[in-house]
């Protein structure tokens, strides 16, 4: 990152180091194969606790430290080097945010310390299908005499099988499609009728599938204004995904220095491979579109922190160009190592998995092509 | 051409014929999934007899001699012969149970064999019994295979092989094994290379096998420890291995250009125009309703057309002629973008679905997406990777310098 402050270059090189020593790629594999039906290490996620990281954006008032998006993005993108699989940017991150921007007194008195320290794992659940389609939130919160009762199911939930609790994106009025008469509901897991199944993805983090069998919760669990909440929640989703770039750009970097390393070593023909030019100037290109990553990446995250206008269009941005690139490096990472590559014991197929869930998650570059279109009005 | 053209309806006739007595109807259209590995319950015993009825028949090898157990079948037959098994919705098991050889090894053996190294391979190739393995690549010798140096020494009566072999598909469940070995350490790099047949029975070869991001382990880390080879099984002269071996991988490259069943597919057993409808959603006019979406896959399917047409008008300019060519080199690397395309467009279609591992939560078809995606990443890799092709089009197509050392 460019242009860090003094402090933010002290967070970066204190999570590097920590997540090369502490939570290296080695131990997402090792939780991986130990079959952790949550999807990330229990000690990882305190020590991340521990060092204040998932409290960067809430305030002093409820035990963060407020300091921003952009030093936010800075250690999301050390962890995203390392596959580092925690609740950081589903609690710390997204819920914090949601929370902040549009929780009552007493949710945030509730909810924002434990999530600062890590004691307590808050997610958001918002999409209903294959694809990520925020707009036509389909799920159902019916008001009944002393709150509403929610009915749905919510799949792909990052961090569904350890949250303590879930920011629902229902529809308390009007059809999917509509703006008006979307809700959001803090909902605790264990409320009864909530049910959670885990869903094995080739990347190994801890995705569920989430189901609401007519889960009564009193009107106090809204987060923010019924029918209006589509603000909060398109808010929400843009500090999400600005985050989720920067952990991308970090996966992104890393699979483009596994690749530059590999050049500079492997010799075939009497030489080494990276003096190959068909192979050298499409590490070139690589290097190119990394640069130009990190520019979105870091402007969506300074737009939010300086409350730009442009914010979302930058945050779809951000994503957008995140994704082109880690689509492209995670392939080269595997063409470039050759049979290597294609080995489970080396780190690729890794970076390749993650790469393509993150993809998916809070929408794919079509999505958010399509939205970066509407935003500039045509 | 009029009586050709009767002799080949007549050929025909018997194909079908042939076929209603002996192809099991249970195996009807379960070649992708048994060809894929899947098991298919109690189909599986009838795989294994209609691979022993095939391979009696000489079918499963239709254009070899039938002298050694071949079909003896012209190219025209052997065309006709292909159609009628897809009509039948049959398939043929023995490119799967032979490993490399069908596809690879028997028609070198054909081309480079003594009589009698024809006499003992070919027939037991064609009927199925024997799996093949090749051993060619090493740690240090991938895209520069001249530069192996697993060794082979004559002591007498036979050789004695040391070294290590690796990515060697299949070489766990292996009886037989093709390896390039060094044989002469003085002369340059690519006129000391012999090419040596191998039983794989012996205490002298162990296998490790790898496991792949796709997460089966087909290939494996194979290592020779003063390993014994006959001297009758050599391929081919002394010292002129790599002849004969760079013979083979344009067989393979020939059975890698998505014009015979060699190819793995992406795992999916649906049309991406399918899957496209199903996951994304059409408009009233059954329109893909995502024009950005409906224009990438249009695209996708223009190069796949492309690619099959391309297929079909060399095959027709090579007039039945089914010489291995350069072209091998273009088709090959078109049908491993296409098919790694369609791959990509088929798990982004499938959204969150296309992420699946394994257990509840997703279909078996989107489980198989994700599977052959990640395997298919391979293809741009072996038999000479999407580089080493671009290197032999550059210089033998259109008689660009060479600027790599040939060492
Ligand atoms: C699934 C699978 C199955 C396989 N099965 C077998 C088998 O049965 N038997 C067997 O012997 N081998 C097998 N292989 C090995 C395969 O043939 C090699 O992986 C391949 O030849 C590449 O060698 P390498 O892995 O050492 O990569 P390297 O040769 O080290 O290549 C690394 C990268 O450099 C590029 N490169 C190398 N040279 C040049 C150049 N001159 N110009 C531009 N780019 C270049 C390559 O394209 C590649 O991207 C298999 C591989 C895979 C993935």
């Known amino acids: 990152m460019a242009a860090l402050t003094e402090e933010q270059a002290l967070l970066q090189e204190q999570a590097r180091s920590w997540a090369r020593e502490e939570a290296p790629v080695a131990k997402f594999r090792e939780m991986r194969d130990s079959g952790n039906e949550f999807g990330f290490d229990k000690a990882t996620w305190a020590s991340i606790g521990e060092m204040g990281w998932a409290g960067i954006v809430i305030p002093e008032a409820f035990g963060g430290v407020d300091v921003g998006y952009l030093t936010f993005g800075v250690v999301l993108e050390e962890l995203g080097r390392q596959l580092t699989a925690s609740p950081l940017l589903a609690s710390g991150l997204v819920a914090a945010t949601a929370l902040i921007a549009g929780g009552s007194d007493a949710q945030k008195k509730q909810w924002l310390p434990k999530i600062a320290d890590s004691t307590a794992i808050v997610t958001l659940a918002v999409d209903e299908g294959p694809h990520h389609a925020p707009a036509s939130i389909a799920f159902a919160a019916k008001k009944t005499d002393s709150g509403f009762k929610l009915s749905g199911q919510k799949v792909h939930v990052l961090e569904g099988m350890s949250a303590d609790a879930f920011i629902v994106a229902a529809r308390t009025s009007g059809t999917p499609g509509d703006g008006v008469g979307i809700s959001l509901f803090l909902v605790e897991a264990n409320a009864a009728g909530v049910r959670r199944q885990r869903l094995r993805t080739a990347d190994s983090r801890g995705y569920a599938q989430v189901t609401f069998e007519g889960v009564e919760v009193p009107s106090e669990a809204l987060l923010g204004a019924a029918d209006h909440g589509d603000a909060l929640l398109q808010a929400t989703l843009d500090r999400a995904r600005a985050g989720l770039a920067a952990e991308m750009l970090g996966t992104a970097s890393q699979s483009f220095d596994m690749t530059l390393d590999y050049l500079k070593n492997r010799v075939q023909f009497g030489q080494l491979i990276g003096s190959f030019q068909a192979l050298g100037h499409r590490a070139s290109g690589l290097y190119t579109e990394m640069e130009m990553t990190r520019s979105c990446v870091e402007a969506a995250l300074q737009a939010i922190d300086s409350g730009a206008e442009d914010t979302p269009q930058l945050c779809s941005l951000a994503k957008c160009k995140a994704g082109a690139f880690l689509h492209h490096v995670s392939n080269e990472l595997i063409q470039i190592h050759g049979g290597i590559g294609m080995t489970d014991e080396f780190d690729a197929g890794l970076y390749l998995k993650r790469a393509r869930a993150l993809e998916a998650t809070w929408g794919n570059q079509a999505f958010h092509r399509d939205r970066y279109a509407t935003l500039l009005g045509f | ?407």
Not at chain 2, 226 to 232: F, P, S, T, V
Not at chain 2, 338 to 364: D, K, Y
Not at chain 2, 375 to 404: C, V
Request: include cysteine; charge should be negative; proline fraction near 3%.
């Open chain 2, 1 to 407: 051409m009029a009586e050709a053209r009767d002799a080949l309806e007549e050929f025909r006739t018997e194909v079908r014929s042939w076929l209603a007595q002996n192809f099991p109807p249970s195996l009807k259209g379960r070649g992708a999934a048994l060809m894929g590995g899947e098991t298919i319950g109690e189909a599986e015993s009838d795989a294994r007899v209609w691979g022993k009825r095939l391979g009696a028949k000489g079918w499963a090898t239709p254009t070899w001699p039938a002298e050694y157990g071949g079909g003896g079948l012209t190219q025209h037959q052997a065309r006709a012969l292909n159609q009628e098994l897809d009509r039948a919705g049959a398939f043929n098991p023995l490119v799967r149970t032979a490993g490399m050889g069908i596809t690879m090894v028997g028609p070198t053996i054909l081309e480079y064999g003594s009589e009698d190294q024809k006499q003992r391979h070919i027939s037991a190739i064609c009927r199925g019994e024997v799996f093949w393995a090749l051993g060619y690549s090493e740690p240090n010798a991938g895209s520069d295979l001249a530069s192996l140096s697993m060794k082979a020494e004559d002591v007498g009566d036979h050789w004695v092989v040391n070294g290590q072999k690796t990515w060697t598909s299949g070489a766990d469940h292996a009886q037989w094994i093709g390896v390039l070995v060094r044989t002469d350490f003085e002369a340059p790099k690519r006129d000391g290379i012999s090419f040596l047949m191998m039983d794989m029975n012996q205490a002298g070869i162990e296998t490790r096998p790898i496991e792949l991001i796709g997460g089966a382990s087909p290939f494996c880390e194979t290592f020779f420890n003063d390993a014994r080879a006959e001297k009758n099984e050599m391929l081919g002269e002394l010292n002129a291995g790599w002849t004969v071996g760079k013979r083979l991988l344009q067989h393979e490259r020939q059975s890698q250009t998505g014009a015979s069943s060699g190819m793995g597919g992406d795992g999916s057993r649906k049309s991406l125009r399918d899957v496209a409808k199903d996951y994304a959603g059409v408009d009233a006019e059954g329109r893909l309703a995502d024009a950005d979406l409906r224009s990438r896959l249009t695209a996708h399917m223009m190069d796949a057309k492309a690619h099959k047409l391309t297929i079909a008008r060399i095959t027709a300019e090579a007039r039945g002629n089914a010489k291995v060519s350069a072209a091998a080199s273009i088709l090959k690397n078109a049908a491993s973008s296409v098919l790694q395309e369609r791959a990509e467009l088929m798990i982004e279609l499938m959204g969150h679905s296309g992420l699946g591992w394994e257990g509840e939560g997703f279909s078996s078809d989107e489980l198989a997406a994700v599977r052959g995606w990640l395997s298919g990443k391979a293809m741009s890799i072996y038999g000479g990777s999407f580089e080493i092709q671009n290197n032999i089009i550059a210089k033998n197509i259109l008689g660009l310098p060479e600027n790599t050392q040939r060492g």
